[in-house]
């Protein structure tokens, strides 16, 4: 039987190496389905619960995996679902291939069931590429460019499927007239800045006195090149959210995150320092950047797209990181002064220090600090962690001490909630031999990645390393956004909006055959983690922490914020004693009547 259109998508996507898809079926899609089947599910057809985790799911494999990430939906609704993941996508810099049903071309324009305008819905999120299969011989074109833009767009594209399209039998492109043959694969591409503007950076990097550096994920793989220009600039490394694995934490001149989840040491190295070089980062919130006439700036990015704002930067050089840096070494001085340097080691261990402080502050039932410290201490070196948007992004920023080859992301831009336990999973098909860690809210939890867990449940025991832990930090509240309206706004938590009803995670994933600790007492959390990283199975840690601990710092307005969080980030040794006194007379006002402090 002549091949369908169905099975030559899964065959090219096998002939670009696509291992799995993530995706749930929809009669938009019934051909590939058939398809798959008849392929012995190669590649391999990954089912979630909803669409959203799908493309959420494909955003953490090719986070983790540096490689493509593929979902499939069918149409109308299936498709819609796809969008927020798709936007983390986007907004990310992922590379994500979408593959979508629509109804039948001989239905289109009819207002059919499940019919929505899928080139348009798409248009925005999926700029950079979406196209509809409108005859067989289109095929090979639309998938293999829409992979190779995702691919050097880092970017999510689309390929729309009309259902009876995916059933058709297939007819290659011809040598003729209004045909487009295509072909497979590309080669990476290493964007090269000109010799002038390498030197021009090298001047401008020499003349420093006090340099620092910020890198983003566009620095990966670079930790050799950064070290020694580091080295050679006598300069400090701080490191964007979605940079945070870029460098290890243990580094005596890493100041570790920046911004409002920020260090007190990247805080005292952009305050004061003179020259500033940013390596593949778009960090956005600029009033953590060194005041705009205060330094000198070089931004190294890989595409023209992205360089040249957030900061008044003199020299901005479009290139690939690692060969940029390459170049740029031969050029650079070795600064004879070190006592920049080690003035920045010294605000690195006070950091250190103060972080440890904070989270051994006793709190009721659990601080949620302590839970990352404890894992910091026993984290594994090849451990793949993931956050979700709430309060645990806080902590994953400022508590986890990153070693080895810890591999770490989250939805750094987009902000969503939802991607933890997916991003997790994504993870697992990437490095399944790697151990696996999400932090995940209870709100998030209870909007998706309880369902996920299931789709844990289904599938750990095909991965040669089972561990994948799921760290809840059970607060029954939305504290982010709780401490966001009292500390922003100046308004009391809205009971009806920020409190959420009590859930046992941990007897969920009991019940659906996962194991799980309840922790309730900070004494048994050190016992927790050794049990979850010596499990044969996935693990949930239900972890009962304390709402009141808050997340940003008590400001109360954004302008205010900078100037808060950098008077208490600076503290003394009782700064922490302090910040939770003040913090907690101002939750005091912020509490509804009748309802007291807890302490
Ligand atoms: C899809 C989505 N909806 C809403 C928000 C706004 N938001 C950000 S954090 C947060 C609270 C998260 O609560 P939870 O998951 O319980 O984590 P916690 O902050 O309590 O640790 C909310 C509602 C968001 N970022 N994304
Ligand atoms: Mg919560």
Redesign the pocket.
């Known amino acids: 039987m002549a091949d369908t259109v169905a099975d030559v998508v899964l065959a090219r996507l096998r002939d670009w190496g696509v291992e799995q898809v993530f995706g749930y079926p929809g009669d938009g899609i019934n051909g590939l389905l058939a398809s798959w089947g008849k392929a012995h599910d190669d590649p391999r057809f990954i089912q979630v619960r909803h669409e959203e985790m799908a493309a959420f799911a494909a955003v953490g494999y090719a986070k983790f995996s540096g490689g493509l990430g593929v979902c499939a939906a069918t149409s109308g609704p299936g498709a819609i679902h796809l969008l927020n993941g798709l936007y983390d996508a986007k907004l990310d810099h992922v590379p994500v291939l979408a593959i979508v049903g629509q109804t039948s071309r001989s239905a289109m324009g009819g207002s059919y069931q499940q019919e929505v305008d899928l080139e348009s819905l798409y248009k925005d999120v999926c700029s950079d590429y979406v196209q509809t299969c409108m005859v067989p011989e289109q095929l090979p074109n639309l998938l293999d460019r829409a992979i190779r833009v995702a691919l050097s767009e880092h970017a999510p594209t689309c390929v729309i499927f009309p259902s009876d399209v995916l059933e058709m039998a297939y007819e290659p492109p011809q040598h003729a007239f209004k045909h487009v043959p295509s072909s497979l694969g590309m080669y990476e591409q290493t964007p090269m800045p000109s010799r002038d503007g390498l030197q021009a950076a090298a001047d401008l990097l020499n003349a420093g006195e006090r340099p620092a550096i910020l890198v983003g994920q566009g620095a990966r793989g670079c930790v050799a090149e950064l070290t020694q220009i580091a080295d050679l600039l006598g300069a400090g490394v701080a490191k964007a959210l979605l940079g945070k694995d870029v460098l290890p934490d243990d580094l005596p001149w890493v100041t570790g995150s920046i911004g409002l989840l920020g260090t007190t040491a990247s805080e005292a190295m952009m305050s004061r320092c003179d020259t500033l070089l940013t390596v593949g980062s778009n960090f956005p919130y600029t009033q953590f950047l060194p005041g705009l006439d205060q330094a000198r700036g070089v931004q190294i990015d890989r595409s023209a797209k992205w360089i040249g704002m957030r900061y008044p930067y003199e020299v901005n050089l479009v290139g690939d990181a690692r060969t940029s840096l390459r170049e740029l070494i031969p050029l650079l001085n070795r600064k004879p002064d070190r006592r920049w340097r080690e003035d920045i080691e010294d605000e690195v261990a006070k950091w250190h220090e103060l972080a440890r402080r904070r989270a051994m502050v006793d709190a009721h039932p659990i601080n949620p600090m302590r839970i990352f410290h404890e894992l910091s201490e026993r984290l594994p070196e090849n451990a793949i962690i993931t956050a979700d948007s ?2 645990s992004a806080n902590w994953y920023a400022r508590h986890l001490v990153f070693h080895g080859d810890v591999r770490g992301s989250l939805s750094g831009t987009l902000a969503t909630m939802g991607p933890a336990v997916p991003y997790a999973l994504g993870a697992k098909w990437a490095h399944s031999d790697r151990p696996v860690i999400a932090f995940a ?3 998030a939890m209870q909007m998706n990645g309880m369902a996920e867990l299931i789709t844990v449940g289904r599938y750990w025991q095909r991965w040669s390393d089972p561990r994948l832990v799921v760290v809840v ?1 059970h ?5 982010q956004v709780t401490w966001e309206m009292r500390a922003m706004s100046g308004a009391p938590k809205f009971e009806e909006s920020q409190s ?1 009803p009590d859930v046992d995670y941990a007897a969920f994933a009991r019940s659906i055959g996962l194991e799980a600790i309840n922790v309730d007492h900070v004494d048994q959390l050190g016992g927790a983690w050794e049990a979850a990283l010596a499990a044969q199975r996935p693990m949930v840690l239900d972890v009962r922490c304390d709402p009141d601990v808050p997340p940003i710092p008590p400001h109360t307005t954004f302008e205010q914020a900078k100037a808060t969080a950098t008077a208490l980030l600076h503290g003394d040794e009782d700064a922490w004693d302090v910040v939770r006194e003040g913090v907690k007379q101002k939750a005091q006002e912020y509490l509804p009547r009748g309802k007291g402090s807890k302490s």
């Open positions: 709430g309060s809210g209870d709100g930090l607060n029954n509240d939305l504290n959420l």
